[in-house]
């Protein structure tokens, strides 16, 4: 079964709201999470590590006051797409692993697509 | 320089036949971890298969193997008796711990199985 949610999996909205997307790790606890950004035919580009108690790191390019990203719990990451404009329309998609290092793979929601009108 | 780099962007395959989709990856750790993942048309990130920089074996899991070349800095994956359900994006990936616990993803292989 699934150990990471998403929510919403789909987003249709007017330019200029915000719009808040969650991330949950089921049945264990989450110190890192993981933010992706997927353009259609293309990778996943990392947008920024979420840790819990602590800032997000953002990867360069990637707009702190665009996208907040709060880890208020070890099972709950958020991502706001604050005042969203069409270029903002993409596939996002979080991540966590069950543990720090070696064989652990990390376990994707299922994502969110946006579409800002 | 790209960590992971799968230098195919699509691939046809019969069904029932075997294929191989290639990755490379650059790392000068000595421990490292690789991954494959298949992303269906509906968007979501299924694992398939891991392999460890110092596990001696390939992996294999089910119809999936890991051809794994050290030596090369390869890792292709080995899907054998393909299904029409094989069909989706393939993204190879590798995780360094001087990365955390960061993931590198190359561009991925578009994969179609016809039947």
């Known amino acids: 079964g699934a150990v990471v949610s998403q929510h919403p999996s789909r987003v249709i909205c007017k330019s200029g709201t915000s719009v808040k997307i969650e991330c949950r790790s089921l049945?264990?606890?989450?110190?890192?999470m993981f933010w992706y950004r997927q353009f259609p035919k293309q990778s996943l580009m990392l947008m920024a590590t979420?840790?819990?108690?602590?800032?997000?790191?953002?990867e360069q390019g990637v707009e702190k006051d665009k996208f907040l990203i709060n880890h208020a719990s070890l099972t709950l990451s958020t991502l706001t797409v604050t005042s969203a404009h069409p270029e903002d329309s993409s596939f996002y998609i979080c991540?966590?692993?069950?543990?720090?290092?070696?064989?652990?793979?990390?376990?994707f929601g299922d994502g969110t697509r946006l579409s800002i009108l | 320089a790209q960590k992971i780099t799968q230098t195919q962007p699509g691939m046809f395959v019969q069904e029932k036949e075997a294929v191989t989709l290639d990755c490379t990856y650059d790392?000068?750790?000595?421990?490292?971890?690789l991954f494959w993942y298949k992303q269906p048309s509906s968007g979501e990130m299924i694992f398939l298969i891991y392999?460890?920089?110092?596990?001696?074996q390939n992996a294999t899991e089910g119809r999936y193997s890991l051809n794994f070349q050290k030596a090369r800095k390869s890792a292709n994956l080995v899907i054998s008796a393909s299904q029409l359900g094989d069909s989706a994006m393939y993204f190879c990936?590798?995780?360094?711990?001087?990365?955390?616990?960061?993931?590198?993803f190359g561009t991925g292989t578009s994969l179609t199985v016809i039947p």
């Open positions: 979420s840790n819990e108690g602590s800032k997000a790191t953002y």
């Open positions: 049945d264990f606890q989450a110190t890192t």
């Open positions: 991540s966590a692993s069950l543990g720090p290092v070696g064989n652990q793979p990390q376990h």
């Open positions: 392999q460890g920089s110092y596990d001696e």
């Open positions: 990936a590798m995780r360094e711990p001087r990365g955390g616990n960061q993931f590198y």
């Open positions: 790392t000068s750790d000595q421990s490292y971890g």
